[in-house]
């Protein structure tokens, strides 16, 4: 175990500070540390995308992030999208759109795909299904097909609803 | 009672949209130590040592323990014998033992406080291995007897189901055409990695496992075997699962060592495999080499099949001992009239990493052997390829067929409506000749573009499963049953099934899920059976507490139980709306004497055990159509079509989802997904990057129908599995499209059907032409 | 799948970085992105003693304009050129934004960087291809002080470049503008690393003729490789697609390609032989509408 260093991040809008091993995964300090549970961690190696959170608005994968990394960032997760309470609150309509298109099967990738899905919608709310197929192809599911996710994302472009805060545009120019 | 038959949303959803799944790695339990396995690197070697002292003595380890730990612990047994087959010599020990058959086989458990540390501990246990000769071919190693089983060949036995005299129809059939073929090696690869949560109470002395899926019981009952503890000292407790595919919930060595490790320290223990170790650790599956040979007539009828194969059954035989193989052979003769057929499959032990069961066991490969083969024979017979199966195909007046056959025990008995009839509905809703007529006028501008079509037969729904359903004071609906939640549904299936019999809205019904204290036995989610056989038994169930319950409404409203009918989560008098009593109020009075009975369980509660004693047989058709790039060899489906026959659809948009889901699956087969080894059997696909599922942006638009025109005859919702029939026809029509958009004289040889391969194809046909 | 122990730091200036680097010697990794570095780390691929973490450096971040060439600062992420306003790269290099899409998915684009992935040395990668085929310099902060490494002498095999320990890539220069660049690659999936890529640059001259022209392929051999016989033949030319095709075929002959599990050396072959027709197309067809555009009353 190397010294831990501290960690300065808000997560869905609360601010946290930490002290962390310095190789923990983004993933793993909001899951382990913040009780953030809903993010999900499929591979461990950016390729599934089921990790994506937002961070400064950007989607990113989780795993591919040290929570180091992650300091003086806002981070928003799947937690953050229902209304009001993460466990009670009533479905925002992105998520309202996935259960009525039947877009989640085991349901493992669907945080992931939500987090991706909401990103699109704050930048492109018009996109359409092609630009909406680009960007689901970043992530993997292995039991729905994608074709409900795309459809579920498509209808969530209808509603006319703003899927989030619109000071969250900002440019991805930091690594 | 309009609950079946409508596409209700899904009970599930609402906590996974939230981030409230409830997976195994949300279980946190305190004190909790983290369980990582050690594996060989190496395909085959016989263990000189293992030196775990460096791994031990690391701060925060816990434990590490090694095959000498478990001396005398049996082998991991399997789930269904097969007759004239002993697998003993083949079964998988908890951590190897003496040798190491794979790369991947555990050979050490390291127990930490913290996954980094267990991670950081496992790369201290020093092996010291001496390398044996690898074989990593199925068909060329099928007689070697490798040292590292002394006495015992690879060939671990063979399956034969055969019938009629195949040698004299071949023997005087005017055309035989043969092929060669080859599937490639495959996984169901679930998002979410396995996992087990177990604890030991040393108090209540009772162990709680978290995470166990598709077979909960079989494996309490294999679990407390090995351990040596009383299968009721042993609680499964439901989770979701981030699906299954037949892969997840086998019971595997990690199954084993999480619950020992549990009761060894007496601290919970957590496993939870990355995705590494998955890749190399969990089922792999369908890599079969197959010959296979059909005969005609002069009018193109099919006289017989021959097939033999070599199933690579890698390092072990697993619990799902012959299943594959007794899937591949019984089924190979498909939807067809056929006088005679023989198919063997010979099981082969390899240098990689184990198979098992994965979506369409044996039919993925039967239905791409045999209907690839149809297409070789009607170019060679020279008629039509859809023609050719429309002479072929079992008609309604033949319907049901008895294949003189014992599949599992039970009658084969093809109990559909007519196949023919199905081929020729499907093709017409989705346009099957506009489809060639478009390919044909691609080919005349020179692109690459061909149509294949496949006819499948199915199997779903065999053994027995049991549910309870009970109705509490305040009404409360709770069915708990045997199935398990691998993603497809499920719980929402269920609840739709017990919400037609109270007449109540389907979310109002509680599901419960393998949970081991609640019901004491049940089969299990495999093999397209948790709707025909778990579902039947719930509908028993349900139907025992509204018999209890017509009974005390009988008394409490003082009239003739038959007069009674259900309306809306209560009993009334027919006709007579105002006399009514709720299932709440009629659970609250029969806890009383009046209604109490020796022999009988207060309550209403009922119990309810369904035994298919046969197999249903869906079927369906597949069609594709694709464009080959010819500078890349890539292949890209341009349309996708599935029909299948379901008999009753309890929620058609979940069925639709299980064919569209299923064939995406199918299609990574076909086109994408493969495991190949080097030549010292190291596993070169170890990532999602490697190992390559379909991606949104790889798919044309999936349609599929379903037909509801033959309710199954054997259960009494005339259901047929759904889970399977996506996925167990694509690599036959992908890879009949490719056939005929390359205009290839032969087969494609293998799947899957990777660029190189395709461009390999095209430069042997381009050889051909400069021949002839 | 998790990191093996690493001390980590977060210098504020480059300086500060390079004396890190150089503390720690061949042991120490640069952290830019982590999208290359990350995945080995998981598992255990990598196991570096630190990591110097260069977030803070923000200067290392944009482009711009220097002597006539277009400076990328090694922290400029996939995505930030994608989505570049900059009339320099927008008019002069369109290439780069076209090639940042190639890469991965948006959300592999948002962190990882040209810096990062120039770095890690990829043979298939499209930095590394686009920097061999355009004859971009590479700015390198040593111990000793900056220095610039050519394209050219930068990759020296796979995954290994000319960086020596203590050394810190601050940027890439693109020496002059390029319009009619284009890149063509195949990878099993889009946003995968591609099998094999290829670059290349036509321009014509007044007389309709091929004045100029380069070809790269990456994915072939172990580092991004001109093909000069192809590049020949081609100089001069009447643009005519029996030319390029002819031009491809000899590229692709001359390659050594290497096998591995993704490809065999064929396919790679085969591969490299369409792809660099296909961008050679693109290429042409950018610098004719060019030429028209020029040519047009």
Redesign the interface.
């Known amino acids: ?3 831990p ?1 501290p960690l300065e991040l808000s997560a869905n809008g609360a601010a946290h500070t930490l002290a962390v ?5 983004l993933a ?1 300090v909001l ?1 382990r540390d913040l009780g ?15 990790c ?1 959170v937002l961070v400064n608005g ?4 989780s ?4 929570a ?2 992650a ?1 003086g960032t806002a981070v928003e ?3 953050s ?2 209304e009001n309470d ?2 009670s609150g009533r ?1 925002n309509p992105l ?1 309202r759109s ?3 298109n ?1 877009a ?8 992931g795909f ?1 987090m ?1 899905g909401t ?1 699109l919608l704050r930048k492109e709310p018009t996109a359409d299904r092609a630009r909406i ?18 459809d579920a994302v498509e209808a969530a472009t209808r509603t006319g609803d703003a899927f989030g805060p619109e000071d969250q545009e900002q ?5 | 009672m309009n609950a079946i038959g409508v596409s209700v949303p899904r009970l599930e959803d609402d906590r996974l949209l939230r981030g409230q799944g409830r997976f195994h790695d949300e279980i946190v339990r305190p004190g909790q130590l983290w369980l990582r396995v050690v594996r060989s690197p190496v395909a085959h070697a016989r263990i000189r040592g293992i030196d775990v002292e460096a791994a031990a003595a690391l701060p925060g380890v816990v434990d590490v323990i090694t095959a000498a730990d478990l001396a005398g612990m049996p082998r991991i047994p399997v789930r269904q014998p097969s007759p004239g087959i002993d697998f003993t010599p083949y079964l998988q020990p908890a951590l190897a033992t003496g040798f190491v058959q794979y790369v991947g086989d555990p050979v050490a458990a390291v127990l930490a406080e913290d996954p980094y540390l267990a991670e950081d501990a496992a790369d201290l246990v020093a092996l010291d291995l001496e390398e044996l000769p690898v074989s990593l071919d199925a068909r060329a190693g099928a007689t070697l007897r490798p040292e590292s089983r002394p006495g015992e060949s690879a060939l671990v036995g063979t399956v034969d189901f055969s019938y009629g005299d195949v040698d004299e129809v071949f023997a005087t059939a005017p055309h035989v055409v043969a092929a060669d073929l080859k599937v490639g090696r495959h996984s169901g690869t679930p998002l979410e990695p396995r996992g087990l949560v177990a604890e030991w109470n040393a108090r209540a002395r009772r162990m709680t496992v978290w995470g166990a899926t598709k077979v909960p019981y079989f494996n309490r009952r294999v679990t407390a075997r090995m351990l040596g503890i009383a299968e009721h000292q042993i609680h499964m407790l439901e989770s979701d699962a981030g699906g299954s595919f037949g892969i997840r919930g086998e019971f595997y060595p990690e199954d084993l060592l999480v619950p020992f490790l549990a009761l060894r320290t007496g601290r919970p223990v957590k496993w939870t495999e990355d995705r590494t170790e998955h890749l190399i650790a969990a089922n792999h599956a369908r890599e079969q080499e197959h010959r296979i040979e059909l005969a005609f007539d002069e009018r193109y009828r099919l006289l017989g099949l021959r097939g033999e194969a070599w199933l690579d059954t890698g390092g072990y035989i697993r619990t799902h001992g012959a299943v594959v193989a007794a899937l591949t052979s019984a089924l190979m003769s498909g939807p067809y009239r056929m006088a005679a057929c023989r198919s063997r499959v010979h099981i082969v032990t390899t240098n990689k990493t184990p198979v098992g069961t994965y979506r369409a066991p044996g039919r993925f490969q039967h239905n791409f052997v045999r209907e690839h083969a149809m297409d070789l024979a009607a170019d060679r017979l020279g008629v039509d390829p859809v023609e050719l199966r429309r002479i072929n195909l079992l008609d309604g007046g033949e319907l049901p067929h008895r294949r003189p056959l014992h599949v599992f025990g039970a009658p084969m008995l093809l109990d559909g409506k007519d196949h023919l009839e199905h081929f020729d509905k499907s093709r017409e809703i989705f346009g099957y000749d506009t489809w060639r007529e478009e390919a044909r006028r691609a080919r005349e501008q020179g692109r690459l573009v061909g149509t294949g079509c496949a006819v499948i037969l199915e199997k779903a729904g065999l053994g027995h499963d049991s549910a309870v359903v009970d109705v509490g004071v305040t009404g409360a609906i709770r069915v708990a049953m045997g199935g398990a939640n691998v993603g497809q549904g499920v719980e929402t299936v269920m609840a739709q099934i017990a919400a037609e019999e109270f007449d109540v809205r389907t979310e109002s019904v509680t599901v419960v899920l393998s949970d081991t204290d609640i019901l004491a036995d049940g089969s299990g989610t495999f093999a397209s059976r948790t709707t025909v056989v778990g579902g039947t038994a719930v509908k028993l169930a349900a139907e025992q507490v509204l018999a209890k319950a017509r009974r005390v409404a009988a008394g409490l409203l003082g009239t003739d139980p038959d007069r009674l009918v259900v309306r809306d989560g209560g009993l009334e008098a027919d006709g007579e709306p105002g006399r009514r009593v709720t299932l709440g109020e009629i659970a609250a009075a029969s806890f009383a004497p009046p209604y109490v009975r020796t022999g009988e369980e207060p309550g209403l509660i009922g119990r309810g055990t369904y035994l298919a004693d046969a197999m249903t047989y869906p079927y369906g058709a597949h069609y594709a159509q694709a464009e080959v790039d010819p500078g890349t060899g890539a292949v890209k489906l341009l349309r996708y079509a599935v029909s299948y026959e379901i008999g009753r659809a309890v929620n058609p948009a979940l069925v639709h989802a299980q064919l569209v889901g299923g064939t995406v699956q199918g299609i990574g087969g076909a086109l994408f997904e493969e495991f190949p080894y080097d030549e010292r059997g190291m596993p070169l696909a170890t990532t999602l990057g490697d190992y390559l599922w379909p991606r949104a942006s790889d798919l044309p638009e999936i349609r599929t129908e379903i037909f509801e025109d033959s309710p199954a005859p054997g259960n009494p919702l005339g259901v047929r599995g759904a889970g399977e029939g996506g996925t167990a026809g694509v690599g036959a029509a992908v890879a009949n499209a490719v056939r005929d958009a390359l205009r290839l004289t032969g087969t494609v040889g293998a799947l899957p059907l990777l660029p190189d391969r395709v461009m390999t194809l095209m430069k042997s046909q381009d050889d051909d032409g400069a021949t002839t | 799948m998790k990191p093996p122990p690493f001390a980590y730091h977060r210098p504020d200036t480059a300086e500060e970085a390079v004396q890190l680097l150089t503390e720690y010697g061949p042991d120490a990794r640069v952290l830019a992105g982590g999208q290359s570095l990350l995945p080995l780390l998981n598992r255990r691929l990598v196991r570096p003693i630190a990591l110097v973490d260069v977030a803070r450096l923000a200067a290392l971040r944009g482009t711009g304009r220097q002597d006539g060439a277009l400076r990328v600062g090694a922290l400029t992420t996939h995505a930030a050129l994608e989505r570049t306003a900059d009339p320099h790269v927008r008019d002069g290099l369109p290439v780069l934004p076209e090639t940042a899409r190639l890469i991965g998915h948006l959300p592999v684009r948002v962190r990882g960087t040209v810096g990062g992935s120039l770095a890690h040395a990829d043979p298939a990668a499209e930095w590394c291809l686009l920097a061999v085929l355009l004859d971009a310099d590479l700015d390198v902060l040593g111990p000793e002080g900056q220095r610039t490494i050519p394209a050219a002498e930068f990759f020296t095999g796979a995954h290994r470049t000319a960086l020596a320990p203590g050394d810190l890539l601050t940027g890439v220069r693109f020496p002059r503008p390029a319009a009619t660049a284009a890149v063509a690659e195949y990878g099993p999936q889009r946003g995968s690393l591609p099998l094999v890529a290829a670059g290349a640059e036509i321009v014509l001259g007044p007389d309709g003729r091929i004045a100029a022209t380069r070809i790269a392929l990456g994915g072939v051999e172990d580092r991004p490789v001109r093909s000069g016989t192809a590049e020949q033949a081609l100089l001069g030319g009447v643009p005519e697609p029996r030319l390029l095709d002819h031009a491809a075929r000899l590229a692709a002959k001359d390659l050594d390609p290497r096998a591995d599990h993704r490809a065999p050396a064929g396919y790679r072959r085969d591969l490299a032989r369409t792809l660099t027709g296909r961008t050679l197309a693109a290429s042409l067809a950018r610098s004719t509408a060019r030429l028209q555009e020029a040519t047009a009353p």
């Open positions: 175990m190397t010294t260093i091993d310095p190789r923990r995964s793993d899951r953030l549970t809903g993010t999900t961690v499929g591979c461990e190696t950016g390729v599934c995308g089921s994506t950007e989607p990113v994968r795993c591919l992030m040290l180091a990394q300091d997760t799947v937690e999208l229902a993460p466990t479905l998520q996935f259960k009525e039947f989640l099967q085991c349901g493992f990738c669907t945080p939500l991706l990103a197929t680009e960007c689901v192809a970043a992530n993997l599911c292995r039991c729905t097909g994608y074709a409900a996710i795309v440019e991805g120019a930091d690594a």
